[in-house]
Every structure is written in C-alpha cells, then in structure tokens.
C-alpha cells in the first residue's frame, strides 16, 4: 500500500518517543529512541511516520510541531509520574521520567484542542486517561492477584478482549480482539468524556475512547508487534488523518 500511494497523499503521522540513556556499539549516551514496530505500522498504513523526542515543553512549541502532522501516536514506555494522579509512588512503580511527562502531556493538550487523528498505545493510554482526570492501577497483580498482563524479561502475554458495541473499536476490529499485552499498571478510574471500549476477562480496561471526537483511540496492547497481520488500528488512524488533511 505504501508503494502506492503519492507523497502528496500520504498523512503525515507523529510518534512520540523514549529518551534515556542507551547503548549502541561503543556509545553509552542519552538517546531518543522507539522501537521500529510503530515505524514499519504507520509505513504499511500509508503514512509517513515522524519522530517526536521529548524535548522543553510549551504549547507554543507543541502547536509549531503540530502544524506539520496529520495525525499521531502516543507510544509506550515508562509509567506516568503518579503525583499526575495525586498518588505517592508504589514499591513497583517505575523511576518517572518527568521530561517525557511533560512533552506527552503539554502535547496531548495540544492534541486535542485541534481535534488532531490520534491513537495512544500502552503508556499512550494511561496519559490521555490521567490528562483526562482518571487514575490507574499503579501495580495490577495486587488488584486481580497475577502477573498475566507483564510477566518480564519483555515477553508479551496474547490477551482475548471484548469489545463494547456501537464503540470506534468495534468498527475496526469487531466485537472481540487479540491483543499482545505488557502493562502491569491499568487504569482505574476513567477520565473525563472518556469511555471504556474494550475489557478482558478478569475486567481489566484494555481500550478507551474520546467521546465525539473524530478519532481517538486508546489501547493497552502494543498493535505494533502484530500489524503485519494486523494493522486495523493503524489503518484506521491514517485514513482518518488523511479525511482530515484532505478537508484542511
């Protein structure tokens, strides 16, 4: 599809990005990095992918940076600063990385004012809800007893979920989906003019939505890792910012 399609068409899809310290060959250094899986999602979905790092946040800056895309991705990554919520920090819950926080929600708020195409994955999720006002579940095994949903050593757990009807999710994926799931934080109480579309069995929230919005989705499952069988989401998200590029 990518092959396809002329640059003139293609929606232009922000993703944002890890910054920390990482290694490559002899460099031990502060990096921005993301795994290529939301890169190839976004290239076989017909968009043309863009890198957003964390960086000094302001909304002047976050509106110049949005004035060259279509749409966006809020990607995993470290767990949300819980003071976000008006929680103290759990024994599991990760270090914050409060520039990212920062960037993502100065971004988010953005975001949203222009109604930008936008799907928020794992980490993605849990900014928009606490953005929103909700709070999580800062360790899920104490809540539903198993460490199913991230058992470690980056092994992804497959998860069946059901799917709300009449939900934005429901008509991309249908009344069911697989998902590959590594969260052990969930979100407790949804947000302001947000909706719960997906659950699994043991009453986990795996997917929200914005309420009348063009498109905003938000799952907990990583798409990315299975969207060269499946990149319903992604194709989704950049159809619904090319309808909006070509209305602009």
Known sequence: MF????????PVIGITTYRQQAKTGVWDVDAAFLHSGYIESVSRAGGIAVLLPPQPASMEIADRVLDGIDGLIFAGGRDVNPERYDQEPGDHTDQPDLRRDDWEFTLVNAV???ELSVLFIC????????????????HL????????YQRGEAVLTEME????PGSTLESIV??????????????????????VS????????????????PFG??????????????????DALTSAARTQRSKA
């Open 198 to 213: 997906a659950r699994t069995d043991d009453d986990v929230v795996e997917a929200i939505e914005i309420d009348n919005y």
């Open 141 to 148: 095994p104490d809540v539903i007893g198993k460490n199913d």
């Open 3 to 10: 092959a396809a399609l002329s640059a003139s068409s293609q």
């Open 123 to 138: 980490r993605g999720a849990q900014v928009l809800n606490v953005y929103r006002g909700g709070t999580l579940f800062q």
């Open 112 to 114: 949203l004012r222009r």
């Open 161 to 164: 979920m059901t799917v709300s």
């Open 174 to 195: 249908g009344s069911s989906v697989t998902g590959m799931v590594y969260h052990h934080q969930a979100i407790d109480a949804v947000g302001s003019g947000l909706t």
């Open 217 to 234: 989705v938000a799952v907990q499952w990583h798409p990315e890792v299975t969207s060269e069988k499946d990149g319903r989401l992604f």
